[in-house]
Each structure stands twice: as structure tokens, then as C-alpha cells.
């Protein structure tokens, strides 16, 4: 198997990342849509001190997920030219990684997990060890597809998986599971998604090749340890909190950062996906940031109206959508919408970061965001779930800042401006939504009308007041708006050929 590929044109690049919008976004729909059914299903069934330990549990299944696929996944997407030795090289390399995280996360559960979170959360993460074997085969045929841009069948294997690990957690929780319901609906899905990728993107079976290791780990090595401080930046503190306050207050801090942070990341993949592959094959930095910045602005208009409406109705829909067990998330989920915007950000520069090979700075960066973030973390768990969420928020942002300096160093350009430019259309926007949402909001609450109807006639305010600022003050964001929803669009919705359909930027 050879492979050769180059740098492409920003036109080709641009053609690449319109032609993959539409099947990347109809697939996290389904899923996003799917996953949320299914959580407020076993959100009913399943008590938020099981959420608690689940939270604990996913951090090693997040880390079994992403080490390979960032790390020599990533420099396989990353590299000019990879042929089959490498694939085989870097098939060995994930195996043997897989098997040094599952013997630690076994001593990890024996040694701390047991005694600090109990029995069960020492039994389940035994039993997830499995998981770290799964991501290291899942990460070889992803890797292959996310370098063809074969957008179309990464969501295909998107959707299976996450169909199967939603069927299997309702039916699990259903047999009255709790805790594992979580942990083992996640594993069967990856299984599942394991299968289906090894059918559409086979990969020669591992064979240790040393130079081709050695081209690899460069990138590959540093981009694997960085996932570790993300996955501890994204799950450790439900360790903390639950460390310090129990599993329920844990569960509980889980679904505000889900809510706030984690769902609107996984909106934000329709863009990430295609983002690290694309950004990849620039011809060079300026091309690069260009096309980088578009993506910005159109994740941020598309995103943070959400949080806003967020912020409004929370108090109404998660009492309503997950039960009055769930009230005491509201409070930290309106607060840690601020992180989770930063974080939307943040994340959009380090797959920049990733497509210009600077695996090493990106490792300092995820390693310094952990630390200052779960040293706040243990500070604030004391006071409470909302200082927790506060301080969360405040060093997210911090970051932000962070990331466009380490992002825009010797580019010539100010970091300040330029994140201020990537933010001020969605920002300027969510004030005529909170001009038209709040009274609407307030209104409709004195009414005591249905939470249903609440929740409608916010949406239409606060999509009247954001579209009609974005109109008037930001044309060319909104111009980018409309143009990704045509290419999302079915062409028999739209009334126009596929042949006369606009590309994305231009």
C-alpha cells in the first residue's frame, strides 16, 4: 500500500471542507439529537450519584479513545506522504501504548479509584480495561479516512456507533443497570464502530518497522501525551468533586459541563472533524490561518446563540427534561456557559496548532491548561459545585488568550485583534438576542404558560433579535451562515441544482 500526497490548493481545501459540511453535520445531528433522547431517557432511570461514577469511569475511556487516535492517528492524518509501512509501524505503536494504559488504569483502579469512589467504581473500571485495546485498533482505519477527507464514510461509522451505544444503554438501564448501564453502552458501541471501520478502511496488520516509528513519534509522541492532559483538563475534575463532595454532587457538576461545555463540542465536531485533515494539506501558514478563521466565525455564529438561549432557559428545561433530581445543576450550567464557549474557541485553534506539526506546543499548552485548571478545581470543591463551575469558567478563559498567542507567534499578527475579530460577530450578535430573548423570557414566564411554549417563543425572539444584528452589523458572517446552511440542505429543499451550489468561502 503507497500512498503520496501533497499540499492542496486553499480552493481544493475549501471545496474539500464545503463537500464534507453536509454529511459531517447531518451526522452529528442524528447522533446529537439520538444521544440527548437517550440521556434524558436513562437520565429518569439511572440517579445522578451513578452519573458521579460514570464521570469518573469516562475519563479512562476518553483517554483510550483519543491517545492513539491523536497521537499516531493524528501523525499518520498529519504527515506529506505515509505508506504501508508506516501504517503497520503505527499500528504496533498503538497496541503496545494500549496495553501500558490498561495495566495502569487496573492499578490505578485498585490503588486509588476503590479507595476513594468504592467498590463499584473499582469494578467497572477493571472492566473497562477492554476499552484501551478497542481505541488502539479504532485509531488505524480513522486515521486512514480522516487523510483521504472521506468525510462521507467517517459519519456513516459515526452514526452506527453512537446508535448502538445509545440502543445499548437504554436497554441496559432498562434491565435495571445503573452506573454500568453507562460505562459498558459506551464499550459495545466502540466495539461495534470497531468492526464497521475495519470494513470500510482496512489496514495491514501491525509489523514493527523502525524507521517508520521513528518518522512517526515526533509528532505521534507528543501529540499522545497531550491527550492526557486534555482528558485529565476534561474529566478530572468530576474526579475532584466527586472526591471531595460524593458521586452525587459529581453527577450532578457532570451534567451542568455537559450541558454548557461537552454538547456544544460536539456540535462544534461537524467543523473539528474536517478542520485538523484540511488544515493539514495548506500550502502554506497564510492559506492556513485564512481558512482557519472562517471556520472560527462560522462556529461561533452557529454556536453561541445556543449558549445564550442556554443561560435563558435553563431553569425551565432541566428540571423539566431530566427530572427534579437535576435541579441543582441549573445554577453551575448557566455559569460554565462562559467556559464553554472559550473552550469552543480553544479547541478550534489547537486543531491549527495540530495542522502545522507543533505536537510540542500543544503538549505544553494541554499540560499547563490542566494543571492551573485542577489546582482551581481543588481550591473551589470545598465551596461547592458553582464555585467549582465559576472558577472553571475564569481559567478557561485565561486560556483563550493563551491559545491565540501561542497560535499567532511570528505570524505578524496581533493576537488581541485577531481574536476579537473571530468573536465580535457571534458576540455583537447575542446582544440583539438577549435584547429580544430576555423581555420575551420574562414575559412568557409571567404568563405561566407551559415550558413548551416557553421554550418556542424564546427561540423565535432570540433568533429574530441574533439574525437581524448579524444581518445588519456583520454581513459577510451572515453571508457564510446562510451559505453553509445551503450546503447542508437537501438540493430538493432549496430548489436548486448541485451543480449550481455556492462553496463555503470564497
Known amino acids: 500500500m503507497g500512498e503520496v500526497e501533497g499540499s492542496r490548493s486553499i480552493e481544493d481545501l475549501t471545496e474539500a471542507a464545503a463537500g464534507g459540511l453536509r454529511w459531517v453535520a447531518y451526522a452529528r445531528i442524528a447522533i446529537e439529537v439520538m444521544l440527548f433522547a437517550a440521556m434524558v431517557f436513562v437520565a429518569r432511570l439511572v440517579p445522578p450519584a451513578a452519573f458521579g461514577v460514570f464521570a469518573v469511569i469516562v475519563l479512562a475511556q476518553e483517554l483510550a479513545l483519543t491517545m492513539p487516535m491523536e497521537g499516531v492517528g493524528g ?25 501500558m494504559l490498561a495495566a495502569a488504569s487496573a492499578v490505578a483502579a485498585v490503588l486509588l479509584v476503590g479507595p476513594i469512589f468504592g467498590h463499584e467504581a473499582m469494578v467497572l473500571l477493571l472492566a473497562t480495561t477492554p476499552y484501551f485495546l478497542l481505541g488502539a485498533i479504532f485509531a488505524m482505519p480513522m486515521a486512514v479516512l480522516r487523510r483521504r477527507l472521506d468525510f462521507r464514510l467517517i459519519s456513516i461509522l459515526d452514526v452506527a456507533q453512537n446508535t448502538v451505544r445509545a440502543l445499548s444503554t437504554i436497554v441496559l438501564a432498562l434491565c435495571g443497570l445503573d452506573a454500568p448501564a453507562l460505562v459498558f453502552g459506551g464499550m459495545i458501541g466502540l466495539a461495534v464502530g470497531v468492526v464497521v471501520a475495519l470494513f470500510l478502511a482496512p489496514v495491514p496488520l501491525p509489523h ?225 438576542l438577549a435584547a429580544l430573548g430576555v423581555p420575551a423570557n420574562l414575559a412568557l414566564q409571567a404568563a405561566g404558560v407551559p415550558v413548551t411554549a416557553l421554550v418556542a417563543g424564546v427561540c423565535l425572539a432570540a433568533a429574530v433579535g441574533y439574525l437581524g ?13 446562510g451559505l453553509a446552511i445551503r450546503r447542508i440542505l437537501p438540493d430538493r429543499v432549496l430548489g436548486i441544482t448541485r451543480g449550481r451550489r455556492p462553496a463555503l468561502a470564497s
Open 208 to 432: 514493527w518497522h523502525r524507521q517508520a516509528a521513528r518518522d512517526l513519534l515526533p509528532y505521534g509522541g507528543p501529540a499522545a501525551l497531550a491527550t492526557v492532559a486534555w482528558t485529565g483538563f476534561r474529566n478530572g475534575d468530576y474526579a475532584i468533586v466527586g472526591g471531595v463532595l460524593g458521586t452525587t454532587q459529581a453527577g450532578l457538576y457532570w451534567r451542568a459541563y455537559q450541558l454548557a461545555v461537552e454538547y456544544q463540542s460536539k456540535i462544534a465536531v461537524t467543523m473539528t472533524q474536517i478542520a485538523f485533515p484540511v488544515l493539514s494539506r495548506s500550502r502554506d501558514i497564510g492559506e492556513m490561518l485564512a481558512l482557519r478563521r472562517r471556520m472560527v466565525r462560522l462556529q461561533t455564529v452557529v454556536i453561541f446563540p445556543l449558549l445564550a438561549v442556554l443561560v435563558l432557559l435553563a431553569p425551565a428545561i432541566i428540571p423539566w427534561l431530566f427530572g427534579p433530581a437535576w435541579a441543582e445543576a441549573v445554577t453551575p450550567t448557566q455559569v460554565l456557559v462562559l467556559g464553554g464557549a472559550a473552550t469552543l474557541v480553544i479547541n478550534a485553534a489547537g486543531s491549527a496548532l495540530m495542522a502545522t506539526g507543533r505536537a510540542r506546543a500543544l503538549l505544553g499548552f494541554g499540560v499547563a491548561h490542566f494543571l492551573v485548571y485542577a489546582a482551581a478545581v481543588v481550591a473551589t470543591a470545598h465551596l461547592g459545585i458553582v464555585a467549582v463551575a465559576v472558577a472553571g469558567s475564569i481559567v478557561h478563559t485565561a486560556f483563550l488568550a493563551v491559545a491565540y498567542e501561542m497560535l499567532l507567534r511570528d505570524s505578524g499578527e496581533s493576537p488581541l485583534r485577531v481574536l476579537v475579530g473571530d468573536l465580535s460577530p457571534a458576540l455583537v450578535a447575542c446582544l440583539g
Open 469 to 481: 444584528a448579524l444581518r445588519l452589523w456583520f454581513p459577510a458572517s451572515a453571508r457564510d451562515l
Open 75 to 99: 501523525a499518520l492524518v498529519q504527515r506529506r506522504q505515509v505508506d504501508r509501512e508506516h501504517l503497520q509501524a503505527g499500528f504496533c505503536l498503538t497496541i503496545l501504548t494500549s496495553l
